[in-house]
Protein backbone atom coordinates (compact mmCIF):
# COMPACT_ATOMS: atom_id res chain seq x y z
CA UNK A 1 0.00 0.00 0.00
CA UNK A 2 2.71 2.05 0.53
CA UNK A 3 3.04 2.43 -3.29
CA UNK A 4 -0.70 3.59 -3.64
CA UNK A 5 -0.11 6.23 -1.39
CA UNK A 6 3.20 7.84 -2.58
CA UNK A 7 1.06 8.10 -6.38
CA UNK A 8 1.27 11.51 -7.55
CA UNK A 9 -0.21 12.82 -10.65
CA UNK A 10 -0.07 16.12 -11.90
CA UNK A 11 -2.65 17.03 -13.85
CA UNK A 12 -4.45 14.95 -11.01
CA UNK A 13 -7.77 13.01 -12.70
CA UNK A 14 -11.29 14.08 -12.30
CA UNK A 15 -11.65 10.22 -10.70
CA UNK A 16 -8.84 8.18 -9.31
CA UNK A 17 -10.24 5.23 -7.44
CA UNK A 18 -6.94 2.79 -6.08
CA UNK A 19 -7.76 -0.43 -5.26
CA UNK A 20 -6.64 -3.68 -3.60
CA UNK A 21 -3.71 -5.71 -5.18
CA UNK A 22 -0.57 -5.09 -7.59
CA UNK A 23 0.10 -5.91 -11.24
CA UNK A 24 3.69 -6.43 -12.06
CA UNK A 25 4.28 -6.33 -15.64
CA UNK A 26 5.33 -9.39 -17.10
CA UNK A 27 8.68 -9.89 -18.10
CA UNK A 28 7.80 -11.24 -21.80
CA UNK A 29 4.47 -9.54 -22.25
CA UNK A 30 3.16 -7.27 -25.43
CA UNK A 31 1.39 -3.94 -25.73
CA UNK A 32 -1.71 -4.96 -27.50
CA UNK A 33 -3.40 -3.02 -30.50
CA UNK A 34 -7.07 -4.33 -30.85
CA UNK A 35 -7.45 -4.47 -34.58
CA UNK A 36 -5.52 -3.48 -37.72
CA UNK A 37 -7.78 -0.78 -38.89
CA UNK A 38 -7.08 1.04 -35.51
CA UNK A 39 -3.71 2.07 -36.27
CA UNK A 40 -4.11 5.07 -36.33
CA UNK A 41 -3.58 4.87 -32.34
CA UNK A 42 -0.13 3.62 -33.04
CA UNK A 43 1.42 7.45 -31.96
CA UNK A 44 -0.03 6.46 -28.07
CA UNK A 45 1.25 2.95 -28.27
CA UNK A 46 4.95 4.02 -29.64
CA UNK A 47 5.05 6.23 -26.82
CA UNK A 48 3.82 3.44 -24.14
CA UNK A 49 6.55 1.52 -25.60
CA UNK A 50 9.05 4.12 -25.09
CA UNK A 51 8.75 4.69 -21.87
CA UNK A 52 8.05 1.25 -20.77
CA UNK A 53 11.67 0.94 -22.12
CA UNK A 54 13.36 3.88 -20.14
CA UNK A 55 11.55 3.26 -17.20
CA UNK A 56 11.41 0.08 -16.69
CA UNK A 57 14.12 -1.56 -18.98
CA UNK A 58 11.35 -3.29 -20.59
CA UNK A 59 11.94 -3.89 -24.32
CA UNK A 60 7.83 -5.18 -25.35
CA UNK A 61 6.87 -5.80 -28.98
CA UNK A 62 3.20 -4.23 -30.08
CA UNK A 63 0.68 -6.81 -31.20
CA UNK A 64 -2.31 -6.42 -32.79
CA UNK A 65 -4.87 -8.53 -31.74
CA UNK A 66 -5.07 -10.71 -28.75
CA UNK A 67 -3.62 -14.06 -28.75
CA UNK A 68 -2.89 -17.06 -26.25
CA UNK A 69 0.89 -16.55 -26.96
CA UNK A 70 0.32 -12.88 -26.61
CA UNK A 71 0.72 -12.07 -22.59
CA UNK A 72 -0.90 -8.22 -22.48
CA UNK A 73 1.16 -5.80 -20.35
CA UNK A 74 -0.89 -2.99 -21.53
CA UNK A 75 -4.11 -3.15 -24.20
CA UNK A 76 -6.10 -0.37 -26.10
CA UNK A 77 -9.52 -0.90 -25.90
CA UNK A 78 -11.46 1.34 -28.26
CA UNK A 79 -14.65 2.78 -26.49
CA UNK A 80 -16.79 5.33 -28.72
CA UNK A 81 -19.29 6.23 -25.58
CA UNK A 82 -16.52 8.04 -23.88
CA UNK A 83 -16.67 12.33 -23.40
CA UNK A 84 -14.96 14.89 -25.20
CA UNK A 85 -11.11 14.15 -25.04
CA UNK A 86 -11.79 11.44 -22.43
CA UNK A 87 -10.22 8.06 -21.43
CA UNK A 88 -10.48 5.70 -18.96
CA UNK A 89 -7.37 3.53 -17.44
CA UNK A 90 -7.88 -0.23 -15.57
CA UNK A 91 -5.06 -1.66 -13.70
CA UNK A 92 -5.95 -5.32 -12.57
CA UNK A 93 -4.87 -8.90 -12.47
CA UNK A 94 -5.07 -9.24 -15.95
CA UNK A 95 -3.09 -6.03 -16.85
CA UNK A 96 -3.70 -2.35 -18.08
CA UNK A 97 -6.57 -1.76 -20.36
CA UNK A 98 -6.58 2.02 -22.15
CA UNK A 99 -10.18 2.83 -22.90
CA UNK A 100 -10.62 5.86 -25.44
CA UNK A 101 -12.68 6.57 -28.86
CA UNK A 102 -9.62 8.97 -30.59
CA UNK A 103 -5.86 8.38 -30.90
CA UNK A 104 -5.95 11.79 -29.29
CA UNK A 105 -7.85 10.25 -25.76
CA UNK A 106 -5.45 7.31 -26.19
CA UNK A 107 -2.17 9.69 -26.22
CA UNK A 108 -3.75 11.58 -23.01
CA UNK A 109 -4.15 8.16 -21.46
CA UNK A 110 -0.10 7.23 -22.03
CA UNK A 111 0.91 10.58 -20.64
CA UNK A 112 -0.93 9.52 -17.68
CA UNK A 113 0.50 6.02 -17.84
CA UNK A 114 4.04 7.56 -17.80
CA UNK A 115 3.69 9.30 -14.26
CA UNK A 116 2.96 6.11 -12.92
CA UNK A 117 4.81 3.96 -14.26
CA UNK A 118 7.97 6.23 -13.61
CA UNK A 119 6.85 6.81 -9.64
CA UNK A 120 5.85 2.69 -9.14
CA UNK A 121 7.95 0.71 -11.74
CA UNK A 122 7.32 -2.73 -12.67
CA UNK A 123 4.12 -2.71 -9.86
CA UNK A 124 0.97 -1.16 -10.71
CA UNK A 125 -1.64 -0.67 -7.97
CA UNK A 126 -4.72 -2.23 -9.01
CA UNK A 127 -6.68 1.28 -9.59
CA UNK A 128 -9.52 3.01 -11.94
CA UNK A 129 -9.04 6.71 -13.62
CA UNK A 130 -11.87 8.10 -15.48
CA UNK A 131 -11.00 11.42 -16.86
CA UNK A 132 -11.36 14.74 -19.24
CA UNK A 133 -10.56 17.91 -19.25
CA UNK A 134 -12.21 21.07 -18.37
CA UNK A 135 -11.42 23.50 -20.97
CA UNK A 136 -11.06 21.74 -24.72
CA UNK A 137 -8.22 24.00 -25.71
CA UNK A 138 -5.02 23.70 -23.34
CA UNK A 139 -2.67 25.96 -24.43
CA UNK A 140 0.83 28.05 -24.29
CA UNK A 141 1.74 31.23 -26.12
CA UNK A 142 5.62 31.92 -26.31
CA UNK A 143 6.74 35.02 -27.12
CA UNK A 144 9.57 34.82 -29.16
CA UNK A 145 9.27 38.56 -30.81
CA UNK A 146 11.34 40.51 -27.84
CA UNK A 147 14.63 39.35 -28.91
CA UNK A 148 14.53 35.86 -27.66
CA UNK A 149 13.83 33.49 -30.39
CA UNK A 150 14.42 29.75 -29.14
CA UNK A 151 16.27 27.22 -32.00
CA UNK A 152 14.16 24.95 -33.25
CA UNK A 153 15.58 22.06 -30.74
CA UNK A 154 14.34 24.34 -28.09
CA UNK A 155 10.80 24.86 -29.14
CA UNK A 156 10.69 20.81 -29.49
CA UNK A 157 11.65 20.34 -25.90
CA UNK A 158 8.88 22.74 -24.99
CA UNK A 159 6.49 20.86 -27.31
CA UNK A 160 7.66 17.67 -25.62
CA UNK A 161 6.82 18.87 -22.36
CA UNK A 162 3.56 20.26 -23.49
CA UNK A 163 2.69 16.90 -24.38
CA UNK A 164 2.91 14.78 -20.94
CA UNK A 165 1.20 17.79 -19.16
CA UNK A 166 -1.65 17.26 -21.74
CA UNK A 167 -1.53 20.59 -23.46
CA UNK A 168 -3.08 20.57 -27.26
CA UNK A 169 -2.34 24.09 -28.57
CA UNK A 170 1.08 26.09 -29.27
CA UNK A 171 1.01 29.65 -30.12
CA UNK A 172 4.35 31.43 -31.14
CA UNK A 173 3.25 34.90 -30.86
CA UNK A 174 4.87 37.31 -33.10
CA UNK A 175 5.35 40.70 -34.03
CA UNK A 176 8.25 42.24 -35.75
CA UNK A 177 10.51 40.00 -37.66
CA UNK A 178 10.85 37.06 -35.76
CA UNK A 179 9.59 35.09 -38.91
CA UNK A 180 11.09 35.13 -42.24
CA UNK A 181 8.71 36.50 -44.60
CA UNK A 182 9.29 35.74 -47.91
CA UNK A 183 7.60 38.84 -49.68
CA UNK A 184 10.09 41.12 -47.28
CA UNK A 185 13.23 39.93 -46.48
CA UNK A 186 14.29 43.22 -46.37
CA UNK A 187 12.72 43.39 -42.53
CA UNK A 188 14.47 40.48 -41.07
CA UNK A 189 17.83 40.33 -43.02
CA UNK A 190 20.19 40.91 -40.35
CA UNK A 191 17.80 38.72 -37.65
CA UNK A 192 17.97 34.98 -37.13
CA UNK A 193 14.36 34.18 -37.85
CA UNK A 194 11.81 31.47 -37.73
CA UNK A 195 11.59 30.24 -41.34
CA UNK A 196 9.10 28.45 -43.33
CA UNK A 197 10.81 25.13 -43.17
CA UNK A 198 10.89 25.26 -39.19
CA UNK A 199 7.36 25.91 -39.02
CA UNK A 200 6.34 23.06 -41.50
CA UNK A 201 8.72 20.55 -39.41
CA UNK A 202 7.75 22.10 -35.71
CA UNK A 203 4.09 21.57 -36.70
CA UNK A 204 4.33 18.08 -37.80
CA UNK A 205 6.18 17.29 -34.42
CA UNK A 206 3.62 19.09 -33.05
CA UNK A 207 0.51 17.13 -34.71
CA UNK A 208 2.10 13.50 -33.78
CA UNK A 209 1.81 15.00 -30.28
CA UNK A 210 -1.74 16.26 -30.35
CA UNK A 211 -0.89 19.72 -30.25
CA UNK A 212 -2.29 22.35 -32.35
CA UNK A 213 0.60 24.90 -33.37
CA UNK A 214 -1.75 27.84 -34.29
CA UNK A 215 -0.06 30.93 -35.98
CA UNK A 216 -0.27 34.34 -34.00
CA UNK A 217 1.11 37.35 -35.81
CA UNK A 218 -0.10 40.73 -34.37
CA UNK A 219 -2.11 42.75 -36.99
CA UNK A 220 -3.04 46.52 -35.64
CA UNK A 221 -1.17 47.13 -32.75
CA UNK A 222 2.35 46.57 -31.35
CA UNK A 223 3.37 47.01 -35.01
CA UNK A 224 6.51 49.12 -34.28
CA UNK A 225 9.03 47.27 -36.51
CA UNK A 226 7.24 47.71 -39.48
CA UNK A 227 5.90 51.49 -38.85
CA UNK A 228 9.27 52.69 -37.66
CA UNK A 229 11.06 51.41 -41.51
CA UNK A 230 11.17 54.37 -43.76
CA UNK A 231 8.91 52.31 -46.69
CA UNK A 232 5.72 51.68 -43.32
CA UNK A 233 5.75 55.09 -42.02
CA UNK A 234 3.16 56.33 -43.60
CA UNK A 235 0.66 53.74 -42.50
CA UNK A 236 1.24 54.69 -38.82
CA UNK A 237 -1.43 56.41 -36.87
CA UNK A 238 1.30 58.74 -35.47
CA UNK A 239 4.30 58.80 -37.52
CA UNK A 240 6.55 60.55 -35.33
CA UNK A 241 5.45 58.71 -32.35
CA UNK A 242 4.05 59.99 -29.49
CA UNK A 243 4.14 60.11 -25.31
CA UNK A 244 2.37 57.23 -23.72
CA UNK A 245 -0.68 58.62 -21.03
CA UNK A 246 0.31 59.35 -17.80
CA UNK A 247 -2.02 56.46 -16.19
CA UNK A 248 -0.20 53.70 -18.70
CA UNK A 249 3.16 53.94 -17.14
CA UNK A 250 5.49 53.93 -13.98
CA UNK A 251 6.47 57.26 -12.63
CA UNK A 252 9.20 55.97 -10.95
CA UNK A 253 10.28 54.37 -13.94
CA UNK A 254 10.08 57.04 -16.46
CA UNK A 255 9.73 60.67 -14.56
CA UNK A 256 10.24 62.34 -17.99
CA UNK A 257 7.23 60.59 -19.58
CA UNK A 258 7.36 57.86 -21.87
CA UNK A 259 7.76 57.75 -25.64
CA UNK A 260 6.76 55.64 -28.05
CA UNK A 261 7.73 54.79 -31.31
CA UNK A 262 4.84 54.52 -34.13
CA UNK A 263 3.53 51.21 -33.30
CA UNK A 264 -0.49 51.54 -34.14
CA UNK A 265 -1.90 51.03 -37.84
CA UNK A 266 -4.08 53.95 -39.19
CA UNK A 267 -6.67 52.04 -40.28
CA UNK A 268 -8.18 54.02 -43.25
CA UNK A 269 -5.13 53.65 -45.64
CA UNK A 270 -6.26 51.54 -48.10
CA UNK A 271 -2.16 50.17 -48.12
CA UNK A 272 -2.48 48.49 -44.64
CA UNK A 273 -5.22 45.66 -45.45
CA UNK A 274 -2.63 45.02 -48.66
CA UNK A 275 0.14 44.66 -46.21
CA UNK A 276 -1.79 42.64 -43.78
CA UNK A 277 -2.82 40.19 -46.55
CA UNK A 278 0.45 39.47 -47.90
CA UNK A 279 1.78 39.27 -44.48
CA UNK A 280 -0.90 36.82 -43.78
CA UNK A 281 0.00 34.98 -47.35
CA UNK A 282 4.02 34.68 -45.80
CA UNK A 283 2.94 33.20 -42.62
CA UNK A 284 -0.35 31.05 -43.08
CA UNK A 285 0.60 28.28 -45.32
CA UNK A 286 3.40 26.69 -43.25
CA UNK A 287 0.48 26.08 -40.51
CA UNK A 288 -2.14 23.21 -40.32
CA UNK A 289 -4.44 24.88 -37.97
CA UNK A 290 -7.60 25.72 -38.63
CA UNK A 291 -7.32 29.13 -36.20
CA UNK A 292 -5.39 32.21 -36.62
CA UNK A 293 -4.62 35.04 -33.98
CA UNK A 294 -4.41 38.24 -34.96
CA UNK A 295 -3.07 40.21 -31.84
CA UNK A 296 -5.04 43.83 -31.81
CA UNK A 297 -4.10 44.67 -28.46
CA UNK A 298 -3.01 47.81 -26.98
CA UNK A 299 -3.88 49.89 -30.12
CA UNK A 300 -2.61 53.08 -28.18
CA UNK A 301 -2.50 56.11 -30.71
CA UNK A 302 -5.84 54.65 -32.28
CA UNK A 303 -8.12 58.20 -32.62
CA UNK A 304 -5.17 60.30 -31.53
CA UNK A 305 -3.65 60.91 -35.27
CA UNK A 306 -4.96 60.96 -38.19
CA UNK A 307 -7.91 59.19 -37.38
CA UNK A 308 -8.82 61.51 -34.50
CA UNK A 309 -11.58 63.37 -36.47
CA UNK A 310 -13.30 59.79 -37.56
CA UNK A 311 -12.91 58.90 -33.21
CA UNK A 312 -14.43 62.13 -32.41
CA UNK A 313 -17.44 61.87 -34.81
CA UNK A 314 -18.32 58.10 -34.00
CA UNK A 315 -16.04 57.09 -30.93
CA UNK A 316 -12.86 55.40 -30.49
CA UNK A 317 -14.85 52.00 -30.02
CA UNK A 318 -16.68 52.09 -33.62
CA UNK A 319 -13.13 52.83 -35.11
CA UNK A 320 -11.59 49.88 -33.32
CA UNK A 321 -14.54 47.47 -34.25
CA UNK A 322 -14.40 48.69 -38.21
CA UNK A 323 -11.03 47.65 -38.66
CA UNK A 324 -11.21 44.47 -36.59
CA UNK A 325 -13.83 43.57 -38.53
CA UNK A 326 -11.92 44.59 -41.80
CA UNK A 327 -9.34 41.85 -40.56
CA UNK A 328 -12.28 39.26 -40.11
CA UNK A 329 -12.61 39.06 -43.62
CA UNK A 330 -8.91 38.66 -44.61
CA UNK A 331 -8.91 36.28 -41.98
CA UNK A 332 -12.04 34.22 -42.85
CA UNK A 333 -10.58 34.90 -47.05
CA UNK A 334 -8.26 32.61 -45.83
CA UNK A 335 -10.02 29.86 -44.32
CA UNK A 336 -9.09 30.35 -40.62
CA UNK A 337 -11.38 30.89 -37.66
CA UNK A 338 -10.36 34.23 -35.90
CA UNK A 339 -8.60 34.78 -32.56
CA UNK A 340 -7.70 37.88 -31.20
CA UNK A 341 -6.63 39.49 -27.98
CA UNK A 342 -9.62 41.34 -26.10
CA UNK A 343 -8.24 44.07 -23.99
CA UNK A 344 -9.56 46.64 -26.39
CA UNK A 345 -13.01 45.53 -27.24
CA UNK A 346 -13.80 45.00 -23.67
CA UNK A 347 -13.69 48.82 -23.01
CA UNK A 348 -16.73 48.92 -25.23
CA UNK A 349 -19.47 46.30 -23.82
CA UNK A 350 -22.21 47.65 -25.95
CA UNK A 351 -19.92 46.50 -28.92
CA UNK A 352 -19.04 43.09 -27.96
CA UNK A 353 -22.97 41.72 -29.49
CA UNK A 354 -21.82 42.91 -32.97
CA UNK A 355 -18.97 40.68 -33.18
CA UNK A 356 -18.62 37.86 -35.67
CA UNK A 357 -20.25 34.92 -33.77
CA UNK A 358 -17.01 32.74 -35.62
CA UNK A 359 -14.72 34.82 -33.61
CA UNK A 360 -12.71 33.98 -30.47
CA UNK A 361 -12.19 36.53 -28.03
CA UNK A 362 -9.08 36.44 -25.88
CA UNK A 363 -9.44 37.35 -22.47
CA UNK A 364 -5.61 38.29 -20.87
CA UNK A 365 -4.44 39.33 -17.74
CA UNK A 366 -1.55 39.16 -15.90
CA UNK A 367 -2.42 40.56 -12.17
CA UNK A 368 -3.87 38.34 -9.60
CA UNK A 369 -6.49 40.61 -8.92
CA UNK A 370 -7.30 40.81 -12.96
CA UNK A 371 -11.33 40.99 -13.28
CA UNK A 372 -11.43 37.76 -15.05
CA UNK A 373 -15.02 37.14 -13.54
CA UNK A 374 -16.57 40.17 -14.54
CA UNK A 375 -14.71 40.42 -18.58
CA UNK A 376 -15.41 37.06 -19.05
CA UNK A 377 -19.22 36.85 -18.31
CA UNK A 378 -19.54 40.07 -20.73
CA UNK A 379 -18.02 37.50 -23.87
CA UNK A 380 -20.53 34.97 -22.63
CA UNK A 381 -23.58 37.51 -22.67
CA UNK A 382 -22.76 37.88 -26.20
CA UNK A 383 -22.73 34.48 -26.86
CA UNK A 384 -18.62 35.10 -28.22
CA UNK A 385 -16.49 32.33 -27.49
CA UNK A 386 -13.37 33.33 -25.71
CA UNK A 387 -10.49 31.71 -24.26
CA UNK A 388 -9.00 32.78 -20.72
CA UNK A 389 -5.21 34.01 -20.86
CA UNK A 390 -3.25 34.40 -17.43
CA UNK A 391 0.41 34.64 -17.97
CA UNK A 392 3.54 33.08 -15.88
CA UNK A 393 3.90 36.37 -14.29
CA UNK A 394 8.28 35.13 -15.44
CA UNK A 395 8.60 38.53 -17.46
CA UNK A 396 10.41 41.82 -16.10
CA UNK A 397 10.94 39.50 -13.45
CA UNK A 398 14.40 38.18 -13.71
CA UNK A 399 13.48 35.28 -11.70
CA UNK A 400 9.74 34.81 -11.73
CA UNK A 401 6.96 36.63 -9.50
CA UNK A 402 5.39 33.08 -7.89
CA UNK A 403 2.65 34.09 -5.93
CA UNK A 404 1.29 36.84 -8.32
CA UNK A 405 1.68 33.91 -10.85
CA UNK A 406 -0.13 31.04 -8.67
CA UNK A 407 -3.35 33.38 -7.96
CA UNK A 408 -3.16 34.77 -11.97
CA UNK A 409 -3.49 31.50 -13.16
CA UNK A 410 -5.76 29.96 -10.55
CA UNK A 411 -8.37 33.04 -11.02
CA UNK A 412 -8.50 32.28 -14.86
CA UNK A 413 -9.08 28.64 -14.31
CA UNK A 414 -11.82 29.57 -12.08
CA UNK A 415 -13.82 31.78 -13.81
CA UNK A 416 -13.08 30.74 -17.60
CA UNK A 417 -14.76 27.15 -16.33
CA UNK A 418 -17.38 29.06 -14.78
CA UNK A 419 -18.44 31.44 -17.76
CA UNK A 420 -18.18 28.86 -20.26
CA UNK A 421 -14.92 29.57 -21.46
CA UNK A 422 -13.34 27.40 -24.70
CA UNK A 423 -9.93 27.50 -24.30
CA UNK A 424 -7.11 28.09 -21.40
CA UNK A 425 -4.04 29.89 -22.60
CA UNK A 426 -1.29 29.90 -20.81
CA UNK A 427 1.04 33.15 -21.56
CA UNK A 428 5.02 33.65 -21.63
CA UNK A 429 6.25 36.80 -22.40
CA UNK A 430 9.33 38.77 -22.91
CA UNK A 431 9.02 42.22 -22.33
CA UNK A 432 12.43 44.83 -22.41
CA UNK A 433 14.94 41.99 -22.74
CA UNK A 434 13.50 38.84 -22.17
CA UNK A 435 16.08 38.62 -19.06
CA UNK A 436 14.58 35.60 -17.58
CA UNK A 437 15.82 31.97 -18.09
CA UNK A 438 13.42 29.34 -19.81
CA UNK A 439 13.05 27.44 -16.59
CA UNK A 440 11.99 30.70 -14.57
CA UNK A 441 8.86 29.55 -16.48
CA UNK A 442 8.21 26.23 -15.92
CA UNK A 443 6.06 26.51 -12.69
CA UNK A 444 3.76 28.66 -14.78
CA UNK A 445 3.59 25.83 -17.75
CA UNK A 446 3.10 23.28 -15.15
CA UNK A 447 0.32 24.52 -12.81
CA UNK A 448 -1.40 26.01 -15.72
CA UNK A 449 -1.47 23.29 -17.21
CA UNK A 450 -2.97 21.09 -14.55
CA UNK A 451 -5.65 23.41 -14.07
CA UNK A 452 -6.80 23.63 -17.52
CA UNK A 453 -7.28 20.00 -17.44
CA UNK A 454 -9.30 19.72 -14.30
CA UNK A 455 -9.61 22.83 -12.38
CA UNK A 456 -11.56 21.82 -8.97
CA UNK A 457 -8.73 18.74 -8.92
CA UNK A 458 -5.95 21.33 -9.18
CA UNK A 459 -6.10 23.96 -7.26
CA UNK A 460 -3.44 23.06 -4.93
CA UNK A 461 -1.71 20.76 -7.87
CA UNK A 462 1.99 19.72 -6.20
CA UNK A 463 3.84 22.17 -8.60
CA UNK A 464 7.20 21.63 -6.94
CA UNK A 465 6.91 17.84 -6.79
CA UNK A 466 6.45 17.44 -10.66
CA UNK A 467 9.08 19.93 -11.07
CA UNK A 468 11.38 17.79 -9.46
CA UNK A 469 10.24 14.16 -10.70
CA UNK A 470 9.12 15.01 -14.15
CA UNK A 471 11.46 17.77 -15.34
CA UNK A 472 14.01 18.24 -13.28
CA UNK A 473 14.92 14.61 -12.50
CA UNK A 474 16.14 16.06 -9.00
CA UNK A 475 16.99 13.69 -6.53
CA UNK A 476 17.56 15.48 -3.65
CA UNK A 477 13.82 16.44 -4.75
CA UNK A 478 14.75 20.28 -3.58
CA UNK A 479 14.65 22.60 -7.06
CA UNK A 480 10.45 22.97 -7.51
CA UNK A 481 10.37 24.59 -4.28
CA UNK A 482 13.54 26.48 -5.04
CA UNK A 483 12.19 28.14 -8.19
CA UNK A 484 9.17 28.69 -6.40
CA UNK A 485 11.07 30.52 -3.22
CA UNK A 486 13.27 32.18 -6.20
CA UNK A 487 10.37 33.76 -7.93
CA UNK A 488 9.31 35.60 -4.49
CA UNK A 489 11.87 37.56 -4.15
CA UNK A 490 10.09 40.64 -5.34
CA UNK A 491 7.71 40.56 -1.71
CA UNK A 492 10.83 41.50 -0.04
CA UNK A 493 10.68 44.70 -2.54
CA UNK A 494 9.18 48.23 -1.37
CA UNK A 495 5.60 46.86 -1.65
CA UNK A 496 4.46 49.63 -4.32
CA UNK A 497 2.04 48.25 -7.15
CA UNK A 498 4.22 47.32 -10.24
CA UNK A 499 1.90 45.87 -12.56
CA UNK A 500 4.22 43.05 -14.50
CA UNK A 501 6.92 44.06 -12.62
CA UNK A 502 10.12 43.40 -10.08
CA UNK A 503 11.71 46.98 -8.69
CA UNK A 504 14.91 44.78 -9.14
CA UNK A 505 14.33 44.54 -13.00
CA UNK A 506 13.10 48.07 -13.21
CA UNK A 507 16.45 49.38 -11.46
CA UNK A 508 18.78 47.61 -13.92
CA UNK A 509 16.30 49.34 -17.14
CA UNK A 510 16.38 53.01 -15.66
CA UNK A 511 19.13 55.35 -15.72
CA UNK A 512 21.91 55.32 -13.10
CA UNK A 513 20.63 58.99 -12.16
CA UNK A 514 17.02 58.50 -11.90
CA UNK A 515 16.44 57.76 -8.30
CA UNK A 516 13.01 57.23 -8.54
CA UNK A 517 12.71 53.05 -7.70
CA UNK A 518 15.38 53.35 -5.25
CA UNK A 519 13.92 55.89 -3.40
CA UNK A 520 11.49 53.81 -2.56
CA UNK A 521 13.44 50.58 -0.68
CA UNK A 522 15.18 51.41 2.51
CA UNK A 523 18.64 50.05 2.99
CA UNK A 524 17.23 47.43 5.46
CA UNK A 525 15.21 46.27 3.06
CA UNK A 526 17.85 45.92 0.69
CA UNK A 527 19.53 43.39 3.37
CA UNK A 528 16.75 41.38 3.71
CA UNK A 529 16.23 41.13 0.24
CA UNK A 530 19.96 40.48 -0.33
CA UNK A 531 20.26 37.47 2.73
CA UNK A 532 16.97 35.60 1.00
CA UNK A 533 18.54 35.55 -2.20
CA UNK A 534 22.16 34.07 -0.96
CA UNK A 535 20.03 31.60 0.85
CA UNK A 536 18.62 30.35 -2.51
CA UNK A 537 21.98 30.40 -3.77
CA UNK A 538 23.32 28.56 -1.15
CA UNK A 539 20.62 25.94 -1.51
CA UNK A 540 21.90 25.59 -5.45
CA UNK A 541 24.63 23.55 -3.86
CA UNK A 542 22.60 20.18 -2.82
CA UNK A 543 20.71 20.17 -5.63
CA UNK A 544 21.17 16.76 -7.80
CA UNK A 545 19.49 17.00 -11.42
CA UNK A 546 19.11 14.14 -13.42
CA UNK A 547 17.55 15.68 -16.32
CA UNK A 548 19.45 15.88 -19.65
CA UNK A 549 20.18 20.02 -19.56
CA UNK A 550 20.98 19.58 -15.89
CA UNK A 551 24.57 21.95 -16.06
CA UNK A 552 22.72 24.09 -18.71
CA UNK A 553 19.87 24.94 -15.87
CA UNK A 554 22.32 25.04 -13.08
CA UNK A 555 24.21 27.99 -14.57
CA UNK A 556 20.87 30.08 -16.15
CA UNK A 557 19.72 29.94 -12.43
CA UNK A 558 23.06 30.84 -11.18
CA UNK A 559 22.82 33.59 -14.07
CA UNK A 560 19.15 34.76 -12.51
CA UNK A 561 20.22 35.04 -9.24
CA UNK A 562 23.26 37.43 -10.08
CA UNK A 563 20.50 39.61 -11.80
CA UNK A 564 18.57 40.08 -8.42
CA UNK A 565 22.54 40.08 -6.57
CA UNK A 566 23.51 42.91 -9.33
CA UNK A 567 20.00 45.36 -8.86
CA UNK A 568 20.43 45.27 -4.69
CA UNK A 569 24.36 46.51 -4.91
CA UNK A 570 22.76 48.85 -7.65
CA UNK A 571 20.10 50.48 -5.51
CA UNK A 572 22.76 50.60 -2.62
CA UNK A 573 24.77 52.89 -4.55
CA UNK A 574 22.05 54.61 -5.99
CA UNK A 575 21.04 55.27 -2.16
CA UNK A 576 24.68 56.85 -1.84
CA UNK A 577 24.63 59.15 -4.89
CA UNK A 578 20.94 60.45 -3.63
CA UNK A 579 22.64 61.00 -0.46
CA UNK A 580 21.28 58.80 1.98
CA UNK A 581 24.07 57.22 3.07
CA UNK A 582 27.98 58.25 2.40
CA UNK A 583 28.74 58.59 -1.37
CA UNK A 584 30.20 55.40 -2.63
CA UNK A 585 33.82 55.30 -3.57
CA UNK A 586 35.72 54.57 -6.87
CA UNK A 587 36.25 50.82 -5.81
CA UNK A 588 32.78 50.28 -5.34
CA UNK A 589 32.23 51.35 -8.67
CA UNK A 590 35.31 49.49 -10.06
CA UNK A 591 33.60 46.25 -8.33
CA UNK A 592 29.87 47.09 -9.80
CA UNK A 593 31.71 47.17 -13.26
CA UNK A 594 33.40 43.88 -13.19
CA UNK A 595 30.32 42.32 -11.44
CA UNK A 596 28.38 43.40 -14.56
CA UNK A 597 30.91 42.55 -16.77
CA UNK A 598 30.76 38.98 -15.47
CA UNK A 599 26.70 38.91 -15.58
CA UNK A 600 27.12 40.01 -19.09
CA UNK A 601 29.33 36.95 -19.80
CA UNK A 602 27.51 34.29 -18.35
CA UNK A 603 24.24 35.60 -20.05
CA UNK A 604 25.68 35.79 -23.57
CA UNK A 605 27.20 32.32 -22.79
CA UNK A 606 23.60 30.84 -22.00
CA UNK A 607 21.55 32.45 -24.52
CA UNK A 608 23.01 31.31 -27.59
CA UNK A 609 22.58 27.25 -25.63
CA UNK A 610 18.95 27.91 -26.10
CA UNK A 611 17.91 30.90 -28.65
CA UNK A 612 18.94 32.08 -32.39
CA UNK A 613 22.09 34.65 -31.69
CA UNK A 614 19.44 37.61 -33.25
CA UNK A 615 17.89 39.61 -30.65
CA UNK A 616 20.63 39.32 -28.28
CA UNK A 617 22.19 42.76 -29.23
CA UNK A 618 19.18 44.28 -28.10
CA UNK A 619 18.80 42.06 -24.79
CA UNK A 620 21.52 42.95 -23.20
CA UNK A 621 21.87 47.50 -24.64
CA UNK A 622 20.08 48.40 -21.76
CA UNK A 623 23.19 46.33 -19.87
CA UNK A 624 25.55 48.21 -21.67
CA UNK A 625 24.17 51.61 -21.37
CA UNK A 626 24.00 51.19 -17.34
CA UNK A 627 28.23 50.04 -17.66
CA UNK A 628 28.76 53.29 -19.67
CA UNK A 629 26.72 55.06 -16.96
CA UNK A 630 29.26 53.50 -14.18
CA UNK A 631 32.24 53.95 -16.00
CA UNK A 632 31.14 58.09 -16.52
CA UNK A 633 30.51 57.70 -12.91
CA UNK A 634 34.02 56.44 -12.00
CA UNK A 635 35.81 58.80 -14.35
CA UNK A 636 33.77 61.87 -12.91
CA UNK A 637 34.38 60.18 -9.06
CA UNK A 638 38.54 59.35 -9.55
CA UNK A 639 38.61 62.88 -11.04
CA UNK A 640 37.22 64.53 -7.78
CA UNK A 641 39.11 62.63 -5.15
CA UNK A 642 42.47 61.43 -7.46
CA UNK A 643 42.05 58.27 -6.28
Known amino acids: MSKICALQLLPYPQTLTVLEGLFR ?208 NHLAEIPGGFKLPESMYDHDLYPDGLFMQPGTFRTEHPEVLELLGKMYDDLLPYFTSA ?80 PFEA ?23 LTGRTDNMLANLRSAAVHGKANGAIGYLITDWGDFGHWQHLPVSYAGYVFGAALAWSVDNNLEADTAGYLNSFIFRDRSAGIGQLLLDLGNYYKLESGALRPNDTEMSMLLRSRLDNMGIAGKLSPEQLDQLEEYILGIEDRLEVLSLGCADAELVMLELRNGIHFVKHAVQLARIKLQLAGATEPPGPAVIRRQIHDLELLLHGYRGLWTRRNRPGGLPQSISRLLRLKEEYEALLLSLTEHTGN
Open 25 to 232: IPLNSSIIIPAAENRDILPAACKLQQIISRALQLSLPLSIGFRSSALPAASFHYSPLLPAQGYEITAGADGIVISYSTPERAYYAVATLKQILEQCGRELPYLYIRDQPDFAARGLMLDISRNKIPKLETLMQIVDLMADLKLNQLQLYIEGSPFAYESFPQVWELETPVTGDEILRLDAYCRERYIELVPNQNSFGHMENWLTRPEF
Open 291 to 370: QFNVGCDETYELGLGRSKALADTGGKGPLYLSFLLEIHKLVTARGKKMQFWGDIIIQYPELIPLLPKDIIAMEWGYSAGH
Open 375 to 397: DTLKFREAQIPFYVCPGTSSWNS
